[in-house]
């Protein structure tokens, strides 16, 4: 192993919202990584009260809330999962795309994270390779918040 890990000696807790996301969907893997790369040091650029959960902040793959085979709290979203596309029957990717990735985020307001998604946004959309980027809707059960990414534009 390598590398250091570093754990405060104290820390606090406070509410937050958890699960923003984008979902950036490319013709291909190296334009789709660069894309969220580009996202993600927008980001982190102006990251007041926002956190990218996973190592780097990108998630190669997509997970949803529940599972249809066992009794997971999470399981792959076969809806965003390219290589599943000819398998399952609802599927959500059009046959051009190729790669989806995703980008977490948590923050401590709601202010704070339509600002990251808009950041986001912005920088995939300057992005070559970018075929359309998204969000997924799991009916309510990640939290009582709800954020269109039209609407995160606007701030």
Same mark, same amino acid.
């Given at each position: 192993?390598?590398?250091?890990?570093?754990?405060?000696?104290?820390? &606090?807790?406070?509410?937050?919202?958890?699960? &923003?996301?984008?979902?950036?969907?490319?013709?291909?893997?190296?334009? &789709?990584?660069?894309?969220?790369?580009?996202?993600?040091?927008?980001?982190?650029? $102006?990251? $007041?009260?926002?956190?990218?959960?996973?190592?780097?902040?990108?998630?190669?793959?997509?997970?949803?809330?529940?599972? /249809?085979?066992?009794?997971?709290?999470?399981?792959?979203? /076969? /809806?965003?999962?390219?290589?599943?596309?000819?398998?399952?029957? $609802?599927?959500?990717?059009?046959?051009?795309?190729?790669?989806?990735?995703?980008?977490?985020?948590?923050?401590?307001?709601?202010?704070?994270?339509?600002?990251?998604?808009? *950041?986001?946004?912005?920088?995939?959309?300057?992005?070559?390779?970018?075929?359309?980027?998204?969000?997924?809707?799991? &009916?309510?059960? *990640?939290?009582?918040?709800?954020?269109?990414?039209?609407?995160?534009? /606007?701030?």
């Amino acid at each position: 192993m390598e590398g250091e890990f570093t754990v405060e000696s104290r820390f &606090g807790v406070k509410r937050g919202i958890a699960g &923003g996301m984008l979902l950036i969907l490319s013709e291909d893997q190296p334009s &789709g990584l660069e894309a969220a790369e580009k996202a993600v040091e927008a980001i982190m650029s $102006d990251n $007041d009260g926002v956190i990218l959960p996973f190592p780097g902040g990108i998630c190669r793959s997509g997970s949803k809330v529940g599972s /249809q085979k066992y009794k997971l709290p999470a399981s792959t979203n /076969q /809806q965003f999962c390219p290589t599943l596309r000819t398998s399952v029957p $609802d599927s959500l990717l059009p046959e051009n795309v190729k790669s989806v990735y995703e980008i977490v985020i948590n923050s401590i307001t709601p202010s704070a994270m339509k600002k990251a998604l808009g *950041l986001g946004i912005r920088a995939v959309a300057r992005a070559s390779g970018v075929l359309r980027v998204t969000a997924a809707n799991y &009916g309510g059960r *990640l939290g009582p918040y709800k954020l269109m990414l039209k609407d995160v534009l /606007q701030t």
